[in-house]
């Protein structure tokens, strides 16, 4: 197996000098899914948006590198990084009303890609995108082909997305809490779906959420983030068996189990957090002094 | 599967009204020589003063009365919407491009371009549209092109600014990153998956400015800096009407109903455009 993503000490700072991602270093191989979990505000999106070129400006990455499959993205020039990522990944997003242009149809939106994009033929596109939607699932194509983003309720907008993400072949997803913007029974379809599509499909992905409950289900691997920095990285069984970090052994106990709902549910203790603070500030003095 | 398509609403009245007023006085206007009961210029002393239809001492074929010079009034109204109309169609279409263009590329792109264009804009502004208008007049020299450039000059901003904060609004949504992620270029997205969304306010506000023009070449009317003397105009005969209130009340009433109700149509036509252009609120 080779590595289809591989992002190795990256850093990226605000424009007032504060560090966002803390040399971060994680790599998914080809078709696998690598869970990337953390509390809000951990930097997960920031790493995706890191991945897929669309960084906003005022985040500026300052060391680090990120290969996708082999190619240094750092080295290519802007029109060629595109072109590649273009061709090489796609996004499943959070809020899947906001991900779809609301005044263009479904099926334009979707064959529009393909044909612009990729050049392929009208008639392959829409062949193509047909036999995506029924891989998840969507069994009246004809009405959704046609239909307006908000004519669609959440799920099937999310199924359109999964769709889209998968048309073209892409060797890696991004999906950033794709589960997050629905309802808890639609969830558990999404999720099914997803890894459904990823099997046949031999597709990579980074799989951003912040339930562990989710990351059991569907990763083979984990990294943990706090802060910008990877905490702990491990097979995803080895993880559950047996947590190393302080962090990711509190997170697990704050997670409910359905299970035992009723059980007392422990926020991350104190020490736990005191320890990371301290972690973090020895990495960020290591990182300033060649850094000024 | 879970939801049907929402039915399609009816035709509001408010469109069905306003749009009626509007290709009334339009077609009016375009099929003046024809449908105008008199020679707008005829003057005939026999006749000065004479009353709409309903009171005692009209004459039949002077339907809204004659003014002070014995011109028919409503043959000189449907010859006034001509010009009316065509200040109203140029200036516009003019300011709209310029102005959407500019909030387009201001709010897409963002940056020193933004900042650039805010700027202008906040300076164009800060000037008194009206005494900017006849001053620009004053400068260009009275004549349609004249009035039609001063109205542009004056009202792009009204366009650049809507359209900047709207088209802002667009481009932070994620179907923008999720286009730039596929590869699109940006000129590209900007004119495919962003121009669409903001669409329905242009033509709301295309609207909405044909109305502006038309009270702005009234008022330029009105002071005497328009068109030539000679050629009704709706502002032009306001300002007669308005020396013989006492005597003819018609020659001000009249043309202040049309221009308002013209004025009216075009801002509520353009809201009802607005809604039936939007896919969300359709
Ligand atoms: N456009 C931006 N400019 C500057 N800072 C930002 C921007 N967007 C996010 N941040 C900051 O970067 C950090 C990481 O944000 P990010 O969105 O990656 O978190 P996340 O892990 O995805 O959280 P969530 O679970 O809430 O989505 C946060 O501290 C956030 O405040
Ligand atoms: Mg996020």
């Known amino acids: 197996m080779s590595a289809c993503l591989d992002i190795s000490g990256l850093s990226a700072v ?29 930097g997960k999106t920031m790493i995706g948006k890191a991945v897929l070129g669309v960084l906003p400006s005022s985040v500026r990455i300052v060391e680090g590198d990120i290969r996708l499959e082999g190619e240094d993205l750092g080295r290519l020039q802007p029109k060629a990084r595109r072109t590649l990522i ?48 029924d891989e998840v699932q969507i069994r009246d194509p004809d009405r959704v082909l046609k239909s307006y983003p908000h004519e669609l ?53 980074l799989f951003v959420t912040h339930d562990l409950g989710v990351v059991a289900k569907i990763s083979q691997k984990v990294s943990v983030l706090y802060a910008g920095k990877v905490v702990e990285e491990a097979e995803t069984a080895a993880l559950f068996a047996a947590p190393q970090h302080p962090y990711t052994r509190a997170l697990m106990a704050a997670t409910p189990r359905y299970t035992d709902p009723f059980a007392s549910l422990k926020p991350v203790d104190e020490a736990v957090l005191a320890g990371l603070a301290a972690e973090i500030a020895v990495a960020d003095q290591a990182w300033r002094r060649p850094h000024g | 599967m879970d939801e049907g398509r929402a039915p399609r609403r009816r035709v509001s009245p408010r469109l069905w009204l306003a749009g009626g007023w509007l290709l009334l006085a339009l077609l009016a206007a375009i099929f003046a020589p024809l449908v105008a009961p ?28 004659t003014d002070s010079l014995g011109r028919d009034l409503l043959s000189r109204l449907i010859f006034g919407g001509r010009i009316a109309f065509v200040v109203a169609f140029a ?24 900042r650039v264009i805010s700027r202008v804009v906040d300076v164009w502004m800060a000037f008194p549209p009206v005494l900017f208008a006849i001053l620009l007049v004053a400068v260009l020299g009275t004549g349609l ?4 450039i001063a109205i542009a000059v004056i009202d792009w901003t009204r366009f650049c600014r809507v359209i900047r904060a709207e088209t802002m609004g667009q481009s932070r949504m994620d179907y923008v990153e999720n286009a730039r992620i596929a590869g699109y270029g940006r000129i590209g997205i900007m004119l495919r998956e962003v121009l669409p969304n903001v669409v329905p ?10 109305g502006i023009a038309v009270i702005v070449e009234a008022i330029l009317s009105f002071v005497n800096l328009s068109i030539s003397t000679d050629d009704p105009t709706w502002g032009g005969i306001i300002a007669e009407g308005r020396l013989s209130i006492h005597q003819a009340w018609w020659v001000l009433v009249f043309p202040l109903i049309t221009l308002i109700l013209t004025v009216l149509s075009f801002s509520q036509f353009g809201e009802a455009l607005k809604t039936r252009f939007d896919p969300v609120l359709r």
């Open chain 2, 145 to 148: 092109s004249s009035v039609i």
């Open chain 2, 91 to 114: 200036a516009s279409i003019a300011a709209c491009l310029v102005g959407s263009t500019l909030g387009l590329i201001s709010g897409y792109f963002g940056g020193w371009a933004d």
């Open chain 1, 86 to 133: 273009g061709a090489r990944t796609a996004l499943i997003p959070q809020d899947p009303l906001t991900a779809l242009n609301p005044s263009r149809r479904i099926g334009s939106q979707m064959t529009d890609r393909l044909v612009r994009i990729l050049g392929w033929s009208g008639e392959r596109a829409d062949t193509r995108i047909r036999q995506l939607l």
């Open chain 1, 14 to 42: 605000l424009p007032n000098g504060q560090r966002v991602l803390r040399s971060v270093s994680l790599s998914v191989q080809s078709g696998e899914v690598r869970a990337l979990v953390g509390e809000s505000g951990a």
């Open chain 2, 201 to 210: 306010s242009i033509v709301a506000l295309l609207s909405l400015e044909m």
């Open chain 1, 153 to 205: 309720s959440g799920g099937m907008r999310q199924r359109v997305l999964i769709a889209a993400a998968f048309a073209a072949e892409p060797r890696l997803i991004v999906a950033d809490e794709p589960t997050t913007a629905l309802d808890v029974t639609v969830q558990k379809q999404i999720l099914r779906l997803i890894v459904q599509l990823q099997r046949e499909h031999g597709t990579a992905i």
């Open chain 2, 38 to 65: 008199q020679d707008p210029l005829a003057q005939d002393l026999m006749l000065e003063r004479l009353p709409p239809f309903w009171m005692s001492g009209a004459e039949p074929g002077y339907w809204l009365g």
